[in-house]
């Protein structure tokens, strides 16, 4: 009900340093860093009602996508609300070459870099 009061995009500033939650209709036009994509699961993303527009949906998630510059996170759950399995959307089919990319962390590649030296270590000195 408060949220139909506020007018489109009026709630955002570009030049504030602060996560921004939105929809995905209120996300046309805007552009952030990384973008997370909650509930990507089957009967929310699209959304499962009989009166919802297959099209209108598709777009809706390219829009969504689009806002990112530099990273998107398809977030999904398993359960929810207890002992309900969910799949995962349909649409991740459309976008499968782009998910499947490896994701990978400068700071965590060091650190595999040093555990894999020491492991090698102890192997060396087990020997004597």
């Known amino acids: 009900r408060y949220l139909k009061k506020i007018a489109l995009n009026d709630y955002y500033d570009p030049a504030a340093d ?13 552009e952030f860093s990384a973008v997370f994509i909650s509930a990507f ?12 527009d297959p099209a209108e949906e598709k777009r809706l998630f390219y829009v969504a996508l689009t806002r990112a510059r530099d990273k998107v996170f398809l977030i999904h759950a398993k359960e929810r609300f207890r002992n309900n399995n969910r ?3 349909p649409y991740k089919k459309l976008i499968q070459s782009a998910v499947n990319q490896k994701i990978t962390d400068p700071a965590m590649e060091k650190i595999q870099k040093k555990r894999a030296k020491k492991q090698a270590r102890e192997r060396q000195t087990a020997l004597f």
């Open 18 to 30: 602060k996560i921004t939650l939105c929809t995905m209709h209120a996300a046309k036009g805007l």
């Open 41 to 52: 699961e089957q009967g929310t993303i699209p959304f499962g009602k009989n009166d919802a």
């Open 87 to 89: 799949q995962i959307s």
